[in-house]
């Protein structure tokens, strides 16, 4: 007899990408700006940052999880917070792989 419970996904499935994400074990940091940085300082981060992300095959799989969460600090998926404004559903665009 059911007692109209759905069967859901384990968690673990559905997180195991992060286990083999490029940023694994690095320095928070590089990913998250400090409340004062601006400028060319912060564009410098967000491209290692991004460089990171482009090495794994699971960035499409963090974009996602970004985009589908509304991260709004730091560089996940190799887009970072100004990156993922403009990909929101709602202005019809999204950048490239």
């Known amino acids: 007899m059911t ?3 759905r069967r859901t996904a384990p968690v673990v499935e ?3 990408w992060q286990r083999r994400a490029a ?4 320095d928070s940091a590089l ?3 400090p ?3 601006r400028g060319r300082v912060k564009a ?4 290692r940052a991004k460089q990171i992300c482009h090495r794994r095959p699971v960035m499409a799989q963090c974009r996602t999880h970004a985009l589908g969460t509304e991260e709004v600090y730091g560089v996940w998926g190799g887009l970072s917070e100004t990156d993922r404004r403009t990909a929101r559903p ?3 665009s999204m950048p490239a792989l």
């Not at 940023?23 to 690095?26: F, I, Q, S, Y």
């Not at 410098?44 to 491209?47: G, S, V, Y």
């Open 3 to 5: 007692h109209g419970r």
């Open 14 to 16: 559905s997180w195991d």
């Open 23 to 26: 940023c694994r074990g690095l």
């Open 31 to 33: 990913f998250f700006h």
């Open 35 to 37: 409340d004062s940085e």
């Open 44 to 47: 410098e981060r967000d491209a």
């Open 90 to 92: 709602s202005s019809g």
